[in-house]
C-alpha cells in the first residue's frame, strides 16, 4: 500500500481531488470534519454525568465518539449505572451543546475550499453523520455553508434512524465517491467499497496510513 497523501494547504487540497475522474459523490462526515467538534461534544457528556454525580475517566469518550447519541447514552449508562430517559438526556444536551459550539468552533480549513471545487466539478455534496440533525443543520446556516450540501443525513429523536453504517454502504456502494472522514473504522469501510478516502488527523500521532490522503484538522482563517 502506497503512503497516503499528506495535504497542507487548499492547493493541494484542489491538486488531489483533480487527479481523480468525476466523483459520483462526496460523502462527508460531520463532528471532527466539517468543524473539530468533539471535544466539545464530550465536554457536554461530562458535564451531565457530573451533575448526576458521576465521574468520568479523562478517556471516557474515546470509544464513544462517531456513535448516534442514543448509543451513547445507553453505552455511558451501562458503564456507570445511573437511570434517565435517554431522549430526554438527548434533548437536554443538545441545548447545552448548541450554544458552546456557536461560541467556540469554526469550520475547518479545508471545508469550504473543497465544497467549491466539488461544486464546480459538478459532483453532489452529502454529509452522512451519527451527530444529530437539527444541531448539524443550525451550524451549516450559522457557518454558511448550507447551500453546499445536497442532503444531510443525520439523526433525530423522532424517528428510528439505521446506522451510520448501513446509510454509508447505500451512498458509497457501486458508485465512484469520495469520502472524507475521521475515524479509521468509516476510512476503511469506505475503502472496502472501493471509495477514494481522506482522512482528518486531529493530532500527529492520528495520521490515518489506512486513507488515500490525510490532512491535519484547523480552523479556517
Known sequence: ?????????????????????????????????????????????????????????????????GRSEPEIWSALQSRYG?????????????????????????????VRSGLQFLRRAGTPSVIVSSGNQEVIDHYLSTWHLGTFFDEVNATSST????????????RLE??????????AEYIRFGSDLNATTIGVAHVVDEVPDIADAFLKSGSES
Request: glycine share 4%.
Open 1 to 65: 500500500m502506497n503512503a497516503p497523501t499528506s495535504i497542507r494547504t487548499t492547493a493541494e487540497l484542489c491538486s488531489f481531488l483533480a487527479g481523480y475522474d468525476h466523483f459520483a459523490v462526496a460523502i462527508w462526515d460531520f463532528d471532527g470534519v466539517i468543524g473539530d467538534t468533539e471535544p466539545i461534544q464530550a465536554a457536554t457528556y461530562r458535564r451531565m454525568l457530573s451533575d448526576r454525580n458521576v465521574i468520568a475517566q479523562d478517556n471516557f469518550f474515546d470509544d464513544l465518539a
Open 82 to 110: 445511573f437511570q434517565g430517559d435517554i431522549t430526554a438526556l438527548r434533548e437536554e444536551r443538545v441545548e447545552l451543546v448548541t450554544p458552546l459550539l456557536s461560541a467556540q468552533i469554526a469550520p475547518n480549513w479545508f
Open 159 to 170: 424517528r428510528s434512524d439505521p446506522p451510520k453504517r448501513e446509510r454509508l454502504q447505500k
Open 174 to 183: 457501486g458508485v465512484h465517491a469520495l469520502l472524507i472522514e475521521d475515524s
